[in-house]
C-alpha cells in the first residue's frame, strides 16, 4: 500500500512528498471454494462447515445467523431484525428486509414528557425500546425461497453451541464486560450473561439452554415456532411485565419484504446495496456519485484535498439521509433524484474546494439540497452466490432485556426513529419527519450490506456494524480497493474518517491523518474529533487479493477479518 503525504495544493507552503513503505496488514485469507467472514470464528466456522457439505451461501448465511445469536450475543440475534443482500451465480439480485417494526401501540410522541421533551433512555433501555423482531421471519424466507439444506440441518450447530456452551475468548469477554452493569438490572439476563452474579473471564464456558430450547421451536416450526406457541407467548408476556406495548397481534402480523436492490454504477463497477428503510444504499451512491468526478488516486490517499473533498461528500450526503430517507410503505423517498449523476454535480458545484461546509448551513430546502450496533457477514460459495447480511440489536446487546424463559436478546431498535425531530439519537443522528413514529413503520437504518459486481460477477462483498458509521466505512472500503490499489485487508484495516452533517465534527480514527494534514483541514475550518467505537469490517474480494493483482494459485476468494474488535475470523476452504 503506498501512503502519500500530499499537501493542499492550494496552500501555498504545501510541499508534496511521496513515500512508500510496506503495508503492514497481514494478507487476506485465501481459499478456492468458498469463503466466510464473521464477527465471531466458532460462526465462521459453521458457515464453512455448511459450504463443506454442499450448501449454497444462502444456506450458509442462515447457519451463520443463529449461530451468531448463540455466540456473539452482542450483536447476532433472534431478537432483532437486519437486511440480506443477494447476488445469485446466474445473476439475479434481490435485498431481504427483515427490520423490526414499530409495535401497533406506538405514536409519535410515545418518548416525550408532556412538555414536547425527549425522556432520555427512554427509546434504548428497557421492553418500551422495543420493536417487532423480524430476524427470524428473516431466515425461515431466505432459507425457503433460496435456500438448499433443512432447516433442521442448518440451527443444528446452533443448538449444540447453546445447550452445551463454547468457551469464551478475550474478545468475546470484552463485549460481555460492555455491559455487566446494564446485565444486573434484569434478572432474566443476569441469569444468563452473568456467571454468579460476576462478569465471565475468558477460559469460561458460556451455556444457554432457554435460548436452546428456543432455537429447537424455530427448528421444528420454521417462523411459527418463534412469532406463536410458547416462545410467541412469553415474548408477549415479557413484555407486558417490562411495560412494553408488544403483543400477539404484532408477532401476527410480522411479514418480511423482498425488494429491489439499490443500484448505482463507480468507477466501472456496479454497487448493490441496501435500499429504504436503509438509508445505507442511497448515502453510499450518493458520495460515490459526488467524489467520482474527483482524481481521488492522483490526489493521493489521506491528502489533505481527498480527504477534504471526501468529509464535504459524506456532509452533503448525509443532509439527505437524516431529512428525506424512510420506511418506503409510509414516505415518499425521493431515490431519482438523490441517485441523478447530474444532482451529485449541483452538490460538487456548491463545495469549495479550500473550506469546510458549516453544517449548520446546509439544510433541507436550502439548494442543492431542495425540497452500533450491529453485526455483519459475508459469504460466496464455490458456484458464485453471494451474500452480504448486516442484522442487529441495535445497541451492544439492545435493549439489555431478556424475554424471560427464551434467552432471547431484544433490541432496542425504536431509538432509530426520530423520537422529536431535531433532538439526536443514541448515534447523534438529527433526523426529519420522514423518519417520525408510527404503528407497524420500519426505523430508518444506515445498515449497508453491499456486493460490488463487474460484467454482472460479484468482486467485492462487504458490510460492518458502526450505527451511522457503517455507511462511511463501506465508502472508504469501496474507494481503498477502487481507487487507491489496495489489497482487501489493507482496505479494511486502513484507518477511517467520518462526518454525518450533524454535530457538525469528524471523527478521525488514531493515525488517520498525518499531524501535518490534519492542521490543513483545521485551516480549511474542518472540526477534527477523536474516533468514535470502531466498527468491525467483514469483506470478501473475488478473484485476487488486490483488484487487477494476480490471484494465489487456484485460489479464487479473498476474505478480510477487521482487527479492530479482537474478534472474527475470516475462513475458507
Known amino acids: 500500500m503506498k501512503i502519500h503525504a500530499i499537501g493542499h495544493p492550494l496552500a501555498a507552503a504545501a510541499v508534496a512528498i511521496c513515500c512508500s513503505t510496506q503495508a ?8 478456492q471454494n468458498g469463503m466466510v467472514v464473521t464477527a465471531q470464528r466458532l460462526a465462521s466456522q459453521v458457515g464453512v462447515d455448511v459450504l463443506k457439505k454442499g450448501g449454497n451461501a444462502i444456506d450458509a448465511a442462515v447457519a451463520v445467523g443463529y449461530a451468531l445469536a448463540v455466540v456473539y450475543p452482542a450483536a447476532g440475534n433472534l431478537g432483532g431484525g437486519g437486511f440480506m443482500t443477494i447476488q445469485l451465480a446466474d445473476g439475479r439480485k434481490t435485498f431481504l428486509d427483515f427490520r423490526e417494526k414499530a409495535p401497533l401501540e406506538a405514536n409519535a410522541l410515545m418518548y416525550q414528557d408532556n412538555g414536547g421533551n425527549v425522556i ?8 418500551l425500546a422495543v420493536g417487532v423482531p423480524g430476524t427470524v421471519a428473516g431466515m425461515q424466507y431466505a432459507l425457503e425461497k433460496y435456500g438448499t439444506m433443512p432447516r433442521a440441518t442448518l440451527l443444528a450447530p446452533a443448538i449444540a453451541l447453546a445447550q452445551r456452551g463454547f468457551t469464551l475468548d478475550e474478545g468475546d469477554v470484552d463485549l460481555l464486560l460492555t455491559a455487566t452493569a446494564d446485565f444486573r438490572k434484569d434478572a432474566p439476563t443476569a441469569a444468563i450473561f452473568l456467571n454468579r452474579g460476576e462478569p465471565y473471564a475468558p477460559g469460561q464456558t458460556l451455556v444457554q439452554r432457554d435460548l436452546a430450547n428456543t432455537l429447537r421451536q424455530i427448528s421444528r416450526h420454521g417462523a411459527a415456532g418463534f412469532y406463536k406457541g410458547p416462545v410467541g407467548a412469553a415474548l408477549v408476556a415479557s413484555s407486558a411485565a417490562g411495560k412494553g406495548i408488544l403483543k400477539q397481534a404484532d408477532l401476527d402480523q410480522y411479514k418480511v419484504r ?14 448493490v446495496s441496501a435500499p429504504p428503510p436503509s438509508s445505507g444504499g442511497v448515502v453510499i451512491c450518493e458520495i460515490l456519485n459526488i467524489v467520482e468526478a474527483y482524481p481521488l488516486k492522483e490526489m493521493g490517499f489521506r491528502a489533505a484535498q481527498a480527504v477534504h473533498l471526501q468529509i464535504e461528500a459524506m456532509r452533503h450526503a448525509y443532509v439527505d ?6 420506511d418506503p410503505d409510509f414516505v415518499k423517498n425521493p431515490l431519482e433524484r438523490l441517485l441523478d449523476k447530474g444532482y451529485a454535480a449541483k452538490v460538487r458545484a456548491a463545495i469549495d474546494p479550500a473550506k469546510a461546509g458549516v453544517s449548520q448551513d446546509i439544510q433541507p430546502g436550502v439548494a442543492p439540497h431542495e425540497g452500533s450496533n450491529t453485526t ?8 458464485g452466490n453471494a451474500v452480504s447480511v448486516t442484522y442487529t440489536l441495535n ?11 427464551t434467552g432471547v436478546l431484544l433490541n432496542n431498535e425504536m431509538d432509530d426513529f426520530t423520537a422529536k425531530p431535531g433532538v439526536p439519537n443514541m448515534y447523534g443522528l438529527v433526523q426529519g419527519e420522514a423518519n417520525a413514529i408510527a ?17 454482472g460477477k460479484p468482486v467485492l462483498i462487504v458490510g460492518t456494524p458502526g450505527g451511522s458509521r457503517i455507511i462511511t466505512a463501506v465508502v472508504h472500503t469501496l474507494l481503498n480497493v477502487i481507487d487507491y490499489g489496495m489489497n482487501i485487508q489493507e482496505a479494511v484495516d486502513a484507518p477511517r474518517f467520518h462526518q454525518q452533517w450533524l454535530p457538525d465534527l469528524t471523527n478521525v480514527e488514531a493515525f488517520g491523518l498525518s ?9 480549511m475550518g474542518h472540526k477534527l474529533g477523536p474516533a468514535q467505537a470502531p466498527n468491525h469490517m467483514a469483506a470478501i474480494l473475488v478473484g485476487a487479493p488486490a483488484l487487477g493483482g494476480q490471484p494465489r494459485g487456484a485460489m479464487r476468494y479473498y476474505g478480510a477479518n477487521d482487527p479492530r474488535r479482537n474478534s472474527g475470523l475470516a475462513l475458507g476452504y
Open 24 to 31: 503492514a496488514s497481514q494478507a487476506p485469507v485465501a481459499a
Open 120 to 127: 432520555e433512555g427512554l427509546s434504548s433501555y428497557g421492553h
Open 258 to 271: 423482498e425488494l429491489a436492490p439499490l443500484e448505482c454504477d463507480y468507477r466501472g463497477y456496479h454497487v
Open 321 to 326: 439521509r437524516n431529512n428525506y430517507l424512510g
Open 376 to 383: 455483519h457477514y459475508s459469504i460466496i460459495d464455490k458456484a
Open 395 to 405: 445497541d451492544w446487546f439492545g435493549a439489555k432485556v431478556t424475554a424471560a424463559r
Open 439 to 455: 404503528p407497524g413503520k420500519r426505523p430508518l437504518s444506515s445498515m449497508s450490506p453491499t456486493i460490488v459486481t463487474r460484467d
Open 515 to 523: 499531524p501535518d494534514t490534519a492542521a490543513i483541514l483545521a485551516g
